[in-house]
């Protein structure tokens, strides 16, 4: 029997993100990287900056997800709970994190590493740092959480820092194939049966709309590299037999 696969799943933090003045821009980044680890991320969820939904939903996930990674709420201001929230769900002490302390300390001129700056330097009782190449401050891991910045260039950097500790399955690939002026309903049948015969693979229909006219890209995904270049042919002959003119790749922006 083959091992299954680790799988994730991302909180999203902060209340400018559910007001919309924040566009998220960490799902994708993260779930195309952690799809190359082998790690598939299964579920997102967008939750406010208030610390009992927070340590709910993270004791709720954590539970059923091999990694959990959070974005955002690890800055200095009033609203930045996120580290004392997770310190919260262990039930271990919010304490200032002796490295972390030491890096920020260092950074700031004399003076400057005030108490709010002090925050990004307080962290769960045993928790280990996430490196951060950008602006110092580090994320961190407790248990199977990961908490990282929620500015993209600084989550992605930490990520990068994190990746090598994580140890998934099997890459997930995929394979797209586009055809303009072909709608959903006239490939749904056939589609529902490439995905009978490739049982193990996620097939997904996603239509697209530009200046000149619409189309259809169809995506399979999966650990199966053969099988993923199977479902693709199919697909192709499945485009052809309703007179598209099939193309390999994402359509253009």
Known sequence: MTERSPIACLLVIGNEVLSGRTQDANIRFLATRLGEIGIPLREARVIPDLRETIVATLNEVRARFDHVFTTGGIGPTHDDITS???AAAFGVPWEP?????ARLERHYKPGEF?????????MPRGAALIDNAISIAPGFTIGNVHVMAGVPRIMQA?????APSLHGGPPVASRTVHADGVMEGRIAEGLAAIQARWPDLDIGSYPYYRMGGGGV???AKGTDTEAVEGAARDITT???AIGGKPVQGEPAQ
């Open 84 to 86: 004392e929230c997770v």
């Open 97 to 101: 994190q002796p490295e972390a302390w």
């Open 114 to 122: 005030n108490a709010a700056r002090q925050r990004m330097a307080t």
């Open 158 to 162: 930490m990520f990068e820092a994190l």
């Open 217 to 219: 890209a169809l995506v």
């Open 238 to 240: 499945l485009l052809r």
